[in-house]
């Protein structure tokens, strides 16, 4: 009896320890965008909408358009003086993680963080850091849903979704 109770004693401790370690629901609308990178290793951003949905579609256009995304890359992430965002070629490859590290960090720390280029584009300069300008993580997600919803229907579709193919 004693030895069952000690036992079932551990098992609550272990549950307990367990529960403990395990991740804690992150809120989106809270979060800053440098601070979620931060916190999650490399490999495992994933963006909670798809390009499927209307009503984030909309709301990722809108914040596409309020924090100058279209400067660079047009209003309808066709380029400009940055790479278009609707082709085929995504410079550091198009999975979540990448993309949201991308806009977070810019180009030159994501290369500082092992990121390497898949592809080539005629830029004017590298991307800027815009994880200190986008107010939430939520913000950015949506625009990387609205950019996914103008991506190429010629483009390798593991991209598209968000998942690169060596992880299929």
Do not use: H, S
């Given at each position: 009896m004693a030895c069952a109770?000690?036992?079932?004693?551990?098992?609550?401790?272990?549950?307990?320890?367990?529960?403990?370690?395990?991740?804690?629901?992150?809120?989106?609308?809270?979060?800053?965008?440098?601070?979620?990178?931060a916190k999650t290793p490399?490999?495992?951003?994933?963006?909670?909408?798809?390009d499927t949905d209307a009503k984030v579609l909309a709301e990722g256009e809108h914040v596409f358009l309020s924090y100058g995304c279209n400067g660079c890359h047009g209003g309808?992430?066709?380029?400009?003086?940055?790479?278009?965002?609707?082709?085929?070629?995504?410079?550091?490859?198009?999975?979540?993680?990448?993309l949201y590290r991308l806009v977070t960090l810019g180009s030159d720390e994501l290369q500082k963080a092992g990121y390497m280029r898949k592809g080539r584009e005629n830029v004017v300069g590298p991307m800027p850091p815009f994880g200190g300008i986008i107010k939430n993580a939520d913000d950015l997600w949506?625009?990387?849903?609205?950019?996914?919803s103008k991506y190429s229907p010629n483009a390798d579709p593991a991209y598209k979704y968000g998942t690169p193919p060596d992880q299929q």
């Open positions: 109770l000690a036992l079932a004693g551990a098992a609550c401790t272990l549950e307990a320890a367990i529960a403990a370690d395990a991740p804690k629901a992150v809120d989106l609308t809270t979060i800053k965008p440098t601070d979620l990178v490399k490999g495992q951003l994933k963006n909670p909408y798809k309808g992430g066709g380029g400009g003086m940055c790479p278009p965002l609707i082709n085929d070629v995504w410079v550091y490859g198009g999975d979540d993680d990448t949506k625009i990387i849903a609205f950019i996914r």
